[in-house]
Each structure stands twice: as structure tokens, then as C-alpha cells.
């Protein structure tokens, strides 16, 4: 278990009313902030928390794995991400 991924029934959208990110799930909505929606959109099941880090690097500077991390932890405990 290494590589999150969205549960099934969970999506990341662009909500253009809000001008922002918003998770929908079952259980109800989630507006991410800018950090968590960006880690969001790289959970596809094939890219490991390294992987995401890396891709973040490249838009943003600072960031670290450890950070990633938490978001992920915090997301896992939302059940809105699971580990493959």
C-alpha cells in the first residue's frame, strides 16, 4: 500500500460558481485548499507519495515529502484517499 488514489465514488472538480477545487463523495462535499487539490490530482493509484512530491517540485518550491505526507494522512482519515 504505497500509491493513493481516490476512493471509488470520489472526484476532484473544478467548481466555476466557487472559483475553487471541490471534492465530491458520497458522504457530502469537500473544498480543498490550493495544497490538498494539487496533491489530489496526482492520486491516480500509479504514482507514489516520492512521485507526487516530485511533480509538486516542479510547480511549487519547498516542497517536502514529509509534507505530502500529512496531506495524505489527513485525506486518508477523510476517507476520501485509500492506499493501493
Known amino acids: 500500500m504505497t500509491r493513493p488514489v481516490l476512493r ?10 466557487r472559483k475553487t477545487h471541490v471534492l465530491l463523495f458520497p458522504e457530502g462535499v469537500l473544498v480543498p485548499n490550493p495544497t490538498a487539490a494539487a496533491v489530489l490530482d ?11 512530491a516530485a511533480s509538486l517540485r516542479k510547480r511549487y518550491t519547498g516542497v517536502q515529502v514529509g509534507e505530502v505526507r500529512d496531506v495524505l494522512k489527513r485525506l486518508t482519515e477523510r476517507r476520501v484517499v485509500e492506499w493501493t
Open 8 to 17: 471509488r465514488g470520489v472526484r476532484l472538480t473544478y467548481d466555476r460558481t
Open 42 to 52: 496526482l492520486c491516480d493509484g500509479a504514482s507514489t507519495v516520492d512521485d507526487i
